[in-house]
């Protein structure tokens, strides 16, 4: 199986260690450098369908990254597209459900799948639109965040709510709804005043037992502040 090592503590690089004959696939443009041993070639994941889903829906790339070692051992370099933390997931036991620009990297046993969300949830976030990538397969994926990253564990009968922008991935096990606010008494309307009043944007409630990858950054609020420092 490749190896998969995060190497630095600020803005690292993702190295992949290949043995003959093994391959993984990853993000358009996120190969830095890898030996003459091994093969990169541009592929659409998991079908034409799949590859039109999450350009035009995820906003992701049609084709990804596939890199196989042809000749022999070798090694790689790979880097996520904004700086930030990256994290390895063990891929079997648990899936994981992935936030948009949050994928960068698999072995080829792990499937990113794409399937729709409820209109609620679709409407109201950062997670996919209408639809969200799923995993399935075995094997790991490396996630990365805008930022630092740290994972969470949810526990039955104590919900946990962050904010949209901030959600890297989580366990497909676990419940989760979108709302405006973390309050469940004040109806839409109130919940959605509240929402601009205390400058959080939506957030999700996760619920049952399992983890969620959260990072630091907002992606959203840091190009909001670029913008706000353009001269006029």
Known sequence: MPVFTITGEEDPFLHVTLRHGEKIYCEANAMVMMEANLELKGKMNGGLGAALMRTFANGESFFQQHIEAVKGDGDCLLSPTLPGAMQVLDVGQRQYMISDGAFVAASSSVNLNV???????????????????????????????????????????????????????????????MSVSTSRSSGFLGNLVNSVTSGEGMVLRFSGTGKVVVCSRSRAAFLSWLSSTKPQ
């Open 115 to 177: 399937r729709t969300q409820n209109v609620g949830t679709a409407l109201f976030g950062q997670t996919g639109g209408f639809f969200i990538t799923e995993t399935s397969g075995s094997g790991q994926l490396v996630v990365s965040g805008f930022g630092s990253v740290a994972t969470l564990d949810v526990e039955a009968g104590k919900d946990i709510v962050i904010d949209n922008s901030h959600v890297v991935c989580w366990d497909s096990s676990l419940r989760y709804e």
